[in-house]
């Protein structure tokens, strides 16, 4: 089963601008995790923030945590046609470092 | 390059018929976990394997099943495949079962049950 839901499904956007994609989550987590897919290939790790972090960023990424509306949103600035893929928050709740992905945020960015 | 491997890219089968992926985990890295992605839809978890025995598995039937190896490679067998099995597979090695720890994920095996 999903656990996180994003949200839009798909943002398109043009070169330049930012991108805002959201997540929730229904139970308690450890972290939470964002990750890109180009093209239905391999997962790459973006940015993990701890439950007991509430913002986080790498270069053009930012992201926020509320643990209390069980909520995060990526922030992409300055965007590029590189950056369209597909985004995947997941949360990591159990002992062990499995991930429970949400359905994801196909993102275009047009030249 | 995460430095994870798959093999194969792509695989046809037949229903019924059973079914090999390989993984190749970075050097070192003791957990290798598995998730299949249907088409649209966010990766699943299926099982972890850490020090070659299973330590965790998501909710898919016993005809799923898997090996780790000291050499840091590892197998996902399915067996009597059916057609909602067609997914693109996808492994992933993390150093320690650690909640905190990054996966690095391999670029997938797209798997298509006729």
């Known amino acids: 089963s999903q656990q996180g839901e994003e949200d839009p499904q798909a943002l398109s956007i043009q070169e330049g601008e930012n991108a805002t994609m959201n997540c929730s989550y229904k139970t308690s987590i450890n972290n939470l995790q964002w990750y890109r897919q180009n093209s239905g290939r391999g997962l790459v790790h973006l940015i993990l923030?701890?439950?007991?972090?509430r913002e986080k960023h790498s270069g053009r990424l930012r992201v926020t945590l509320d643990t209390s509306k069980k909520s995060s949103s990526l922030l992409i600035t300055a965007s590029r046609a590189a950056d369209t893929a597909s985004y995947f928050c997941?949360?990591?709740?159990?002992?062990?470092?499995?991930?429970?992905f949400g359905k994801g945020t196909m993102l275009l960015v047009s030249p | 390059e995460t430095g994870v491997t798959q093999s194969p890219t792509h695989l046809i089968k037949t229903r019924g018929q059973q079914v090999t992926l390989r993984c190749s985990s970075q050097?070192?890295?003791?957990?290798v976990s598995w998730y299949q992605q249907a088409l649209g839809q966010g990766p699943q978890f299926i099982f972890q394997?850490?020090?070659?025995?299973?330590?965790g598995r998501g909710n898919f039937p016993p005809r799923f099943s898997g090996l780790q190896f000291p050499n840091y490679s590892s197998e996902l067998n399915v067996n009597a495949l059916e057609l909602d099995d067609s997914a693109l597979y996808l492994c992933a090695s993390s150093l320690e079962i650690a909640s905190y720890n990054e996966q690095f994920f391999g670029p997938g095996t797209r798997l298509t049950v006729l």
């Open positions: 394997y850490y020090r070659e025995e299973e330590n």
């Open positions: 923030i701890r439950s007991n972090e």
């Open positions: 050097s070192g890295h003791n957990t």
């Open positions: 997941a949360t990591d709740a159990g002992g062990y470092s499995t991930l429970t």
